[in-house]
């Protein structure tokens, strides 16, 4: 740590310390928690940082930032301070921003970037000369990282360190991290010098990680037994208290478990006619839920938990603290024009999404629109009961994707309007299309 001006430099930037062949690390004081053991789920992570490489002579030097653990040792040079030839693999992810050229170990140049899983050989590099960026100039660079466990894909971005995130990616590619990260890693940065006597500087900092929780998938019997407990006490019995909205199918219920995490709790009622017809159900239903659940996309909620009998069926969500998009219309009334313009665009991307996937969302309405702690759109609400009975009666997915759009340029309108629509049972809302019309003949589209 430099003293004069608060940053961190490596290795060690004292003029009485020989700077060539040197090696050092800083890492956070804390392990973070990158894996979860249990559901083998990996957790997904944002960084940036901005650096500066200062020296009069070049010949070997590199810097990288990475997850590692508090015993590993690492050798000056080539190796970064963060590996060395003692051991045949690490448990350690690190993307190196490297000013040298050591083919040994596969460099394409001595302006690169790399992603080095568990060893000093990059798996993917990215030659800098083919961008508008050098490492070589001296001046200060801002790198941003992003992994997504869910996709299980990394993007690393490289530039001015002026606040503005390039729009190409340096290296952009599916990355899964699951055999290189134990439950808790360390995560900082490690450099090195071979002949020169290079500093390499670390100005600014952010780092922030979290794994999906993943409520355990019940066996049928505890699901019938117990589950409808657990999610009673966690809704408060399912009180006035807790509700978030409701529609004719159903009431959202906001719950909150033992650990303090909070869900969403659909609640369908459902009277079947008989339990041989109630299992048939039940099993379409399960088929359309472990078909949606195996998207993932930003804008979609997958289903958490359920539980189903022959009255009734329970389905679990995240819980979104900013709420359904009905709200922020109809009752808040604050969000911009432009805020409004993105949530559009999210949810058409979701729709579409879905669609290329064969399937519908089917209860596309405000309700079941939430907002993310970004304020971008999150669909949730699926229609499980409806869609499932249709597809009995011969309703093919042709039918349902022309009513998801129907639906979606409804859903325009109330944006765009700020006005609720008027439904009568199972008819089609139609009171904002009557106020679009009347403002159309008035000349007053725009």
């Not at 979290?210 to 019938?224: D, G, L, N």
């Not at 079947?272 to 998207?295: V, Y």
């Not at 995240?318 to 998009?325: C, M, V």
């Not at 970004?374 to 042709?398: H, I, M, P, Q």
Request: net charge neutral.
């Amino acid at each position: 740590m430099s003293d004069d001006n608060g940053i961190i430099q490596i290795p060690d930037p004292s003029p009485a310390t020989n700077r060539s062949y040197q090696a050092g690390r800083a890492v956070y004081n804390c392990p973070i928690r990158m894996f979860e053991p249990v559901t083998k789920t990996l957790a997904s992570f944002k960084t940036t940082f901005s650096f500066q490489f200062r020296a009069s002579m070049f010949t070997s030097n590199a810097t990288d930032e990475s997850s590692l653990s508090r015993d590993q040792g690492g050798r000056a040079g080539p190796w970064l301070g963060l590996l060395n030839d003692a051991c045949d693999h690490y448990k350690i992810f690190a993307i190196e921003f490297d000013k040298s050229h050591d083919t040994e170990f596969g460099d394409p140049n001595d302006d690169h970037v790399g992603i080095n899983l568990g060893t000093i050989v990059s798996m993917k590099t990215a030659d800098l000369s083919e961008t508008t960026v050098s490492l070589h100039d001296g001046s200060v660079h801002r790198a941003w990282i992003n992994y997504d466990s869910c996709r299980k894909w990394i993007d690393v971005y490289l530039g001015a360190d002026n606040g503005h995130v390039p729009n190409l990616t340096v290296l952009s590619l599916p990355l899964d991290l699951s055999g290189f990260l134990n439950e808790f890693m360390f995560v900082g940065f490690s450099a090195s010098t071979a002949k020169s006597t290079q500093i390499h500087s670390v100005l600014s900092w952010n780092f922030s990680s979290a794994i999906e929780a993943f409520p355990q998938v019940p066996s049928e019997r505890t699901c019938k037994r117990n589950l409808i407990h657990q999610v009673s006490k966690a809704t408060l019995k399912f009180s006035k208290s807790e509700v978030l909205n409701s529609d004719p199918k159903g009431v959202l219920y906001r719950g909150t478990l033992p650990n303090g995490r909070h869900i969403a709790v659909k609640w369908f009622s459902q009277h079947l006619e008989s339990q041989t017809i109630a299992s048939s159900i039940h099993a379409r239903i399960m088929k359309r839920i472990n078909g949606l659940n195996q998207f993932c996309h930003p804008n979609l909620a997958p289903i958490k938990g359920r539980c189903y009998n022959s009255k009734e069926m329970i389905v679990i969500y995240d819980y979104f603290q900013n709420g359904s998009l009905d709200k922020w219309l109809f009752r808040l009334g604050v969000l911009p024009w432009t805020r409004m313009f993105n949530l559009i665009e999210d949810i058409a991307k979701a729709l579409s999404f879905l669609h290329s996937k064969g399937t519908i969302h089917g209860n596309l309405r405000t309700s079941s629109v939430f907002l993310n702690i970004s304020y971008g759109a999150v669909l949730a609400d699926y229609a499980l009961l409806t869609v499932v009975a249709k597809s009995n009666r011969g309703e093919n997915g042709f039918i349902g994707k022309r009513k998801d759009v129907f639906r979606f340029g409804m859903l325009v309108l109330e944006i765009v309007a700020r006005k609720r629509s008027v439904s009568v049972g199972e008819k089609e809302e139609t009171g904002v299309l009557e106020f679009a019309w009347s403002m159309y003949e008035r000349g007053e589209k725009d």
